[in-house]
């Protein structure tokens, strides 16, 4: 779900901007079909006027951040990324 913070009287969830997931991308990858790349946003840090009190860090450290993806059509998790969490900047896994 993308919210980017974007109606009226609604707060960041649980208080913490970096647990509002703004944008999720998914694009194969170029040259191997077998692979997708995903993409998330997180931490609308860049409003003019936040709605709540920010952090400099970009992820929660007490929060999990995953992407499950159904490979098979069948509703059900197939794999699970796990991203770490307490980092600064761009993670591959």
């Given at each position: 779900m993308s919210h980017h913070y974007s109606g009226p009287n609604i707060g960041f969830p649980h208080g913490?901007?970096?647990?509002?997931?703004?944008d999720l991308y998914a694009f194969p990858t170029p040259g191997n079909v077998g692979k997708s790349i995903l993409?998330?946003?997180?931490h609308p840090s860049s409003s003019l006027r936040p709605p709540?009190?920010?952090s400099l860090e970009p992820f929660a450290t007490d929060a999990l951040y995953e992407f499950k993806?159904?490979?098979?059509?069948?509703?059900?998790?197939?794999?699970?990324?796990?991203?770490?969490?307490?980092?600064?900047?761009?993670r591959n896994i």
């Open positions: 913490d901007a970096r647990l509002d997931l703004t993409i998330m946003n997180a709540g009190q920010i993806t159904d490979t098979n059509g069948d509703s059900f998790a197939d794999t699970i990324a796990r991203l770490p969490t307490g980092l600064s900047g761009v």
